[in-house]
């Protein structure tokens, strides 16, 4: 199989490999991302591990914050997804025998499973920030916006250590 997708990738391998400007702007678009949504995200997890809002305005306010964030740092993991594969297409025999690559992969599916439940975490904190006054019984529900902004502060460390692992592993892969 992978001898097949080589032979389909040759000829993006060899366009790649016989460019100047080619390689140079897709490493451009792949590293901008990162630092563009990396930056912001990281910035994001940091007032959320620093912050610890006393009403439900400031709840409402900091996840509104939040959400408002991940519309940047999801375009560009798409755009990082997009260069990523352009960049493993020129090399595909390296890199899908590459341990490093797969860990930096594994690394990158906890970063989108991760932020996925984030963002149902933020719309929890919205609900409860939003509902007050109302009493919430039901124990899979959240009772104030306390306990999601908890929740939302494991996320947020398990996204930083997540963006400083992908970079981490994008170093070594490159020396690879």
Known sequence: MLETLTTLLLPWSELYADSAWIPTTILAVHMLALFAGGGIAIAADRRVLL???????AYQAAAEDLRTTHA?????????????VALAASDL?????????????ATF?????????????ESRVLTAA??????IVKTTQWPSPHLPWAVLKRSATVSLVSWFGIVLLGVVLSDI
């Open 130 to 135: 939003t509902d007050a006054g109302v009493v």
């Open 51 to 57: 912050s610890t809002p006393g009403t439900r305005e």
């Open 72 to 84: 940047i740092v999801i375009g560009s993991l798409a755009m990082m997804v997009v260069s990523g």
């Open 109 to 121: 599916g906890v970063l989108i499973a991760n932020g996925t439940f984030m963002r149902r975490t």
């Open 93 to 105: 025999e390296t890199f899908a025998v590459s341990k490093v690559f797969w860990m930096k992969m």
